[in-house]
């Protein structure tokens, strides 16, 4: 993982600092062994509260679309939109880059074109394309910071919509320069919009990380907070029991 040569502070509860590549290397020990924040939370970044696309998607006639959404680490991004009302998979994944760098060791290295991103599918006749932007950048990552999320450096934690259509793009353009003028954030905006590049599936154990192992430092510091936000700021869209890769739901 790449980091500058002075990391800016991080920013959480205690002053704890948890990279997910530690979170990684714990799990292997144990293995082996057998802005304007406005809703305060334990983790590094807290919820702002965002007004919803003043442009959004048409009622749509299709039976499920997708979003390809990147904003740090996926694990915590397939966690907050498995407890979204209305999606139906989240997948993590890799997107920007070839098909022959998408392994988690190259995406590692920042110099792949890469973003460790997750493929929303969502019923559009239950939650619109707007609305899965206002919770990506309200509660799922911190749309200010430039490559990198919280703890988490290099080129593949960077904030990118992947458009998967030229609507998508649109829309999501024109919400980056709506809450860019209201300022919503206190710090310009550098999610960028990449138009159809393709999406990889991640390797196996990064599926479903955050239901599998909510007690992981990494996961308690930097990701249940984001689940514990999205209920507070959507509750009309929080879900207990999240939709887990392949359709399933947990519990």
């Known amino acids: 993982m790449n980091k500058p040569s002075t990391p ?15 979170a990684l290397a714990a799990v292997a020990v144990v293995a082996a062994a057998a802005a ?11 919820a702002v509260l965002i007004p919803a696309p003043a442009d959004d998607a048409a009622a749509a006639t299709a039976a499920t679309e997708t979003a390809v959404l990147a904003g740090g680490c996926f694990w915590g991004v397939q966690g907050v939109f498995q407890h979204v009302k209305g999606v139906t998979n989240a997948v993590s994944g890799y997107a920007g880059g070839d098909e022959k760098t998408a392994r988690y060791e190259s995406v590692g290295s920042g110099r792949t074109g890469h973003a460790e991103a997750v493929a929303i599918t969502y019923d559009p006749k239950q939650i619109s394309y707007g609305r899965i932007l206002q919770i990506y950048f309200s509660v799922a990552h911190n749309p200010t910071e430039l490559d990198r999320q919280g703890p988490d450096h290099g080129a593949q934690y960077r904030s990118t919509i992947f458009a998967q ?14 809450l860019g003028k209201a300022r919503s954030f206190g710090q310009p905006i550098v999610t960028t919009v990449e138009l ?12 479903d990380y955050l239901t599998r192992n909510p007690t992981q430092p990494y996961i308690v ?6 689940i514990e936000n999205l209920k507070k700021v959507f509750p009309d869209r929080y879900r207990a029991q999240p939709v887990l890769v392949g359709g399933r739901t947990a519990g």
């Open 196 to 207: 159809q590049k393709r999406f990889f599936p991640a390797e196996a154990y990064h599926q």
């Open 8 to 22: 800016p502070a991080p920013r959480f509860a205690g002053g704890a600092f948890f990279s997910r590549r530690a």
């Open 36 to 46: 304007f924040r406005v809703v305060p939370s334990l983790a590094a970044e807290s």
């Open 221 to 226: 510091f930097n990701d249940l907070p984001k």
């Open 165 to 178: 259509d030229a609507q998508q793009a649109r829309i999501a353009k024109a919400y980056i320069e709506q």
